[in-house]
């Protein structure tokens, strides 16, 4: 039967067979009438759900379909070499096509639409975009990975792309191999990925970018959040441009006000790190203190005398000092209080107060001997918690923890710098100050700011003063590259909501390198579909 190359009226051109023109005519007006309907939103719905169920039917038959086709390809070889008849051979390997397949996609569908009705055919250009980008869903989602990632990465992109070389190449007998060219070069090319998500950030920073959020610090830029330092210069460019609305400063202000109260939060206290609001805080917390051990006595258990023997025989191992009467002076009164039963609580409020004043005058002249009486000190802590009484042990470790941290907090807001004359505690401050405090448990993530301060340096660090360069060449992009657009204009667009979510977006971060397993899925799709005959036209 011969076949016609018919134009249809919007410039398509179909391969019809059959038995005249006249057929041929007939054909192809009947099918640009039901390839033309107008577009609704129930109709691009109804796309969408066929498209997927399609899909899922395909994938479903997708070992019965590929040994279909594997079968063709024998039944092929042994035609080439004289064979005129599959043998028996091919049976054993597939199912023949003279059988219907009872695993394949064909009857799958016909199944599933006797229990759901016909699946939605297209009637127009934009439902068949959407069924052909659904389609590939359930196959996306079939692989390990980001659900969503995959998704797009794997279905909907690869989806449109077939579909569109489908378009072009629509009614020749090229169509089925071009849909599957499209569509696995779409899902094989990074750049397509990077038309979703232009700044892919690293695995670290999106985890130091969710601590952040999880602490309330939600304010930062798309350069930020990304690590990537030309879209911060360019950030940083456009926005102090006149203006521009300083917009990158006014969220990386924002976003410094909310790690210092994410700071503050471990103290107890308000959102600035100001000497009235520390004064206040510290002044709260001693009275909380002096409250607890007015109604609380300390019991001097076997646990206390050991520590007590510990710290004071650490020190005694060292050469004779001109402070050891001190130790001997505190063993003494604590033997006292040990001989009777208990300390009052007034009674170890003075003398751990006076451990910590001495300990630290005696840090850098003795620190063997501010080690022991740091020893000392925490061993009354320790037996104090001990003693406390049931209903005062929430509060006391509340106490006991904010007090903690409202040392660490003291030390990074008298750090230099602006931002901490402002009240501010900044992210390489209070690094700075928990890794001097402590370098081993900071390296471990240990201690209530370690992971808070790591966050913050990895995302919050401030571009370098110099960088003249760089500032330079984001200049000339906005000068150059944005079609004579007003720097100001451009530097408010640049740091609009809706474009910093769009440079920020992780959607499609990593999808290319670590779903193997969706590339496969998606060629055994698309050679499935490749060998089955297209049906437009016809």
């Known amino acids: 039967m011969p076949v016609y190359t018919i134009e249809t009226p919007t410039g398509q051109k179909l391969d019809i067979e059959a038995a005249d023109e006249a057929t041929a005519i007939s054909g192809?007006?009947?099918?640009?009438?039901?390839?033309?309907?107008?577009?609704?939103?129930?109709?691009?719905?109804?796309?969408?759900?066929?498209?997927?169920?399609?899909g899922a039917t395909e994938l479903a038959g997708m070992p019965g379909d590929l040994g279909d086709l594997l079968n063709r390809g024998i039944d092929k070889g042994l035609l080439a070499v004289g064979i005129q008849k599959p043998t028996t051979m091919t049976d054993l390997i597939a199912p023949s096509r003279e059988r219907p397949n009872l695993?394949?996609?064909?009857?799958?569908?016909?199944?599933?639409?006797?229990?759901?009705?016909?699946?939605?055919?297209?009637?127009?250009?934009?439902?068949?975009?959407?069924?052909?980008?659904?389609?590939?869903?359930?196959?996306?989602?079939?692989?390990?990975?980001?659900?969503?990632?995959?998704?797009?990465?794997?279905?909907?992109?690869?989806?449109?792309?077939?579909?569109?070389?489908?378009?072009?190449?629509?009614?020749?007998?090229?169509?089925?191999?071009?849909?599957?060219?499209?569509?696995?070069?779409?899902?094989?090319?990074?750049?397509?990925a990077r038309v979703v998500t232009p700044f892919p950030a690293s695995p670290a920073r999106q985890a130091a970018v969710q601590r952040l959020e999880n602490e309330?610090?939600?304010?930062?830029?798309?350069?930020?959040?990304?690590?990537?330092?030309?879209?911060?210069?360019?950030?940083?460019?456009?926005?102090?441009?006149?203006?521009?609305?300083?917009?990158?400063?006014?969220?990386?202000?924002?976003?410094?006000?909310?790690?210092?109260?994410?700071?503050?939060?471990?103290?107890?206290?308000?959102?600035?790190?100001t000497p009235e609001v520390l004064a206040a805080n510290q002044a709260r917390l001693g009275q909380s203190f002096q409250d607890l051990s007015a109604r609380n006595n300390l019991i001097p258990d076997d646990h206390f005398v050991n520590d007590i023997v510990d710290a004071?025989?650490?020190?005694?191992?060292?050469p004779d000092s001109q402070q050891r009467q001190m130790v001997q002076g505190y063993l003494d009164d604590i033997i006292g209080h040990v001989n009777e039963g208990h300390m009052p609580g007034p009674a170890y409020q003075e003398m751990r107060s006076r451990l910590s004043r001495q300990a630290n005058s005696l840090r850098q002249t003795d620190p063997t001997l501010s080690e022991a009486l740091r020893d000392m000190r925490n061993a009354l802590d320790n037996a104090m918690g001990r003693s406390i009484s049931p209903e005062d042990q929430t509060l006391w470790q509340n106490t006991r923890r904010e007090y903690g941290a409202q040392k660490v907090i003291e030390?990074?807001?008298?750090?230099a710098g602006e931002a901490t004359a402002e009240g501010q505690i900044t992210p390489a401050n209070l690094r700075n100050t928990v890794s001097a405090e402590n370098r081993g448990a900071y390296a471990r993530g240990e201690g209530q700011f370690a992971e808070l301060a790591r966050a913050g340096a990895?995302?919050?660090?401030?571009?370098?003063?110099?960088?003249?360069?760089?500032?330079?060449?984001?200049?000339?992009?906005?000068?150059?590259?944005?079609?004579?657009?007003?720097?100001?204009?451009?530097?408010?667009?640049?740091?609009?909501?809706?474009?910093q979510d769009y440079l920020s977006n992780q959607l499609m971060t990593g999808a290319l390198p670590n779903s193997q397993t969706a590339q496969q899925l998606l060629i055994a799709q698309m050679l499935q579909r490749s060998q089955q005959p297209t049906t437009q036209g016809q």
């Open 28 to 54: 192809a007006q009947k099918w640009h009438a039901d390839n033309n309907a107008p577009v609704t939103a129930g109709g691009l719905a109804a796309a969408a759900v066929g498209g997927t169920a399609r």
């Open 103 to 192: 695993l394949g996609s064909k009857n799958i569908k016909a199944q599933v639409e006797k229990l759901t009705g016909d699946f939605h055919v297209p009637q127009n250009t934009a439902e068949k975009f959407v069924d052909s980008a659904f389609s590939f869903v359930p196959g996306a989602l079939a692989a390990p990975g980001g659900a969503i990632s995959n998704a797009v990465r794997y279905g909907i992109l690869p989806g449109l792309a077939s579909e569109a070389a489908g378009q072009y190449f629509e009614g020749q007998g090229i169509e089925p191999y071009a849909r599957a060219a499209a569509g696995m070069g779409v899902a094989a090319l990074n750049p397509a």
């Open 216 to 273: 309330g610090v939600t304010s930062l830029t798309a350069g930020q959040r990304t690590g990537s330092t030309g879209l911060r210069y360019l950030e940083d460019a456009a926005s102090h441009a006149p203006l521009a609305g300083q917009g990158a400063s006014r969220i990386e202000h924002e976003g410094q006000r909310q790690f210092t109260e994410a700071a503050l939060r471990r103290a107890g206290t308000g959102a600035e790190a």
């Open 312 to 318: 004071a025989r650490n020190y005694r191992r060292v």
């Open 411 to 415: 030390k990074a807001a008298s750090r």
């Open 458 to 499: 990895n995302v919050m660090t401030p571009l370098p003063n110099s960088g003249t360069a760089q500032r330079m060449n984001a200049f000339h992009l906005l000068n150059m590259g944005l079609m004579g657009i007003p720097q100001a204009v451009s530097g408010r667009v640049l740091m609009s909501r809706p474009v």
